[in-house]
């Protein structure tokens, strides 16, 4: 659970300034190739948010996450 939770929020970090890459993120959790990260993660490639270091801010999902919040409130 925590893999995908950090995979999710690293594809969405910054890397000297640009975005950071597949491969690196392959490397940091054990993988030996981008295959898997590409396949379960590609759809985040639309996602413009960007940032320089991991956050997990429900503000920026509120639209998603809007019934999932209601129900533990």
Do not use: C
């Amino acid at each position: 659970m925590f893999r995908h939770t950090y995979i999710t929020a690293r594809l969405q970090t910054l890397d000297h300034n640009e975005p950071v890459s597949l491969w690196t993120v392959a490397q940091e959790v054990g993988h030996s190739g981008t295959d898997m990260i590409e396949e379960t993660y590609g759809h985040l490639g639309t996602i413009r948010h960007r940032a320089r270091v991991i956050e997990y801010q429900v503000r920026q999902h509120r639209k998603v996450l809007r019934g999932r919040l209601e129900l533990v409130a």
